[in-house]
């Protein structure tokens, strides 16, 4: 009995930093980002009249329901914000295509 829990300790600890690692792909990022940005501005500009909204927290349940609509886990995704922060080359390419997609949302 000792060894399966030595055993199970081992096998879980392992698994702990994989899933940490984890990251979601440019292509995803670049929509989510997107995405979270507009619902950023809505929220900032429907709260200025409607202050219920802070108190309600709507801006968290924008990002849930973002996260949701691109099956994209919450923890993934700011696991791959950490990474491009330490990543300025990387994090600038995806600024640019978030920038690129609102100039063609825009036309």
Known sequence: MKKLIILSCILLGCSTPAAK?????MKTMQRVVWQLMQ????YTRVSVV??????????IEFYQQIFDLNKVDR???????????????????LMDSVNELSKREKK
């Open 50 to 59: 409607d202050s219920t909204w802070k108190a309600d927290k709507k801006n």
């Open 39 to 42: 619902a950023d501005e809505y």
């Open 21 to 25: 690692n984890k990251r979601v792909d």
């Open 75 to 93: 923890v993934e995704f700011y696991n791959t914000i950490d990474y491009l922060q330490r990543h300025p080359i990387e994090f600038k390419e």
